[in-house]
């Protein structure tokens, strides 16, 4: 299943990510903090969707109410 999210209220724009039977293969975020984004790309990869939302979702970035992890669980839960 591959998922094209627009994301809101966070610097990257979009997160394209494939997923394979509730694993996921591949996070491309475009925009963003590059080094942080590869970053977070390279931490998920392999791990169960629902562990990745478990770990991520509602992570605050600064004073904004989301962040780009907190943006790549709220994708991950389209894939559920």
Do not use: W
């Amino acid at each position: 299943m591959e998922i094209n999210y627009t994301t809101h209220g966070t610097c990257s724009r979009q997160i394209n990510i494939k997923v394979e039977n509730g694993i996921v293969e591949s996070v491309e975020f475009v925009g963003g903090c590059n080094g942080n984004t590869k970053g977070i790309s390279a931490l998920v990869k392999g791990m169960k969707v629902e562990d990745v939302i478990s770990r991520l979702e509602n992570t605050k970035c600064g004073m904004k109410p989301t962040s780009c992890p907190d943006q790549l669980a709220q994708a991950l839960k389209q894939a559920l």
